[in-house]
């Protein structure tokens, strides 16, 4: 026999043994506004001084956050302080300044959100002309280094969490000449997955955002050599059936989707946001 009250929030269920102590927060009734405030929350952004990290870091200020940007640029640090975040200069590749990142963002109180944005995404060319060295250092970054990162940071979230992984559409279908780039963002979504079955009894939520195309310096450089042959870059960037370019802020927003009660429901999941390319 199950009893629904309040939308759902309170549950007894005799044949499941659930009871209202192990649900999340999300059952007790919040405003909209109690659900997106970060206020109190601790959050590590990786790659976080450039667009789409710098965005989601931006973004997690404003939801009340106390924001950790860790990146390898050391000019980074202007930008953090710029937005009233603490800096740390990481590479991620490396176990002992990724440890240092994590260990700096929780503090003495822990950590609460991670958001595993670094990475790196040049056009790996043909299959025939990649070589090994190209393909292990993709996924040293992309994927071993992320793998470390929630590691270090589960252990800083005794109080449970949030970590969102930054994937993209290249790991959720193929595409020409980016063969190494698409297999380190498919084992993103697949990491994602079994992290948040793994992770789910502590408390921690893991989920991913495939992004699409989105303008920042860096896809505009990669992009330059197709300029000079006559692409125009910027009706490109916006093919998509919404028709506008996305920018580094609408990925930022469902970041801050996933890291709030917003989503306290969700994880395993990998939201898509593409402007509809791959509809």
Known sequence: MIALHQ????????????????????????????????????????????????????????????????????????????????????????????????????????????????????????????????VHRMLDVNVRAQFSATREAANHMPNGGAIVNLASIAGLGGGANISAYSASKGAVIALTRAHANELGAKGIRVNAIAPGIIDTPGVQEQMEPLRAGGLDIDARIAANPVGIAGQPDHIARGAVFLSSDLSAFISGHCLVIDGGSTA
């Open 7 to 134: 939308f759902g929030t309170t549950v007894l269920a005799k044949r499941t043994g659930l009871h209202r102590s192990t649900l999340s927060p999300m059952a007790e009734q919040q405003t909209l506004q109690q659900l997106i405030d970060l206020s109190g929350k601790r959050a590590l952004v990786t790659g976080g001084s450039k667009g789409i990290g710098a965005a989601i870091a931006a973004r997690l200020v404003e939801a009340g956050a106390a924001v950790t940007v860790a990146d390898l640029d050391p000019t980074g640090a202007d930008f953090a302080n710029h937005l009233g975040a603490q800096f740390v200069r990481c590479d991620i590749a490396n176990a002992t300044e990724l440890d240092e990142a994590v260990t700096v963002a929780a503090g003495d109180a822990g950590l609460d959100i991670l958001i595993n944005n670094a990475g790196i995404y040049p056009t790996t060319g043909p299959v025939a002309e990649v070589t090994d060295e190209f």
